[in-house]
């Protein structure tokens, strides 16, 4: 019911920033937190931060200072400005929402395809 399509991943260098955006489209009645997550090779889907629809934030320890998280309640989107990157920034990250949808008891859970983000010299 909720499909979460992603941009603005790519290549960039160390010291580097990107911006990567997420739209959610779909039928549901409201998106609850939003956020990005990320999975680097060889290792686990970690947070990076996530937004709720009141406006809390929360960061991984890693990012904090260096990524800002946005959402527009209104346009059903959320950026996540990352800047002075590092290579170990670098992989897939993906969108995620918790929306309420009908048939649902509660918040479901919908993911991105995962948007590419490799920091290298």
């Known amino acids: 019911q909720v499909q979460l399509v992603e941009s603005g991943g790519g290549l960039v260098q160390p010291g580097g920033s990107l911006r990567l955006s997420c739209a959610a489209s779909?039928?549901?009645?409201?998106?609850?937190?939003m956020g990005w997550y990320r999975q680097a090779p060889g290792k686990q889907r970690e947070l990076v931060a996530t937004a709720t629809s009141g406006g809390s934030t929360r960061y991984a320890d890693p990012v904090k200072g260096r990524f800002t998280i946005s959402r527009d309640n209104a346009e059903n989107t959320v950026t996540l400005q990352m800047n002075s990157l590092k290579s170990e920034d670098t992989a897939v990250y993906y969108c995620n929402a918790f929306a309420l949808v009908a048939g649902a008891l509660g918040l479901v859970d919908y993911w991105g395809q995962g948007t590419q983000v490799t920091v290298s010299s």
């Open positions: 779909g039928t549901f009645f409201s998106i609850n937190a």
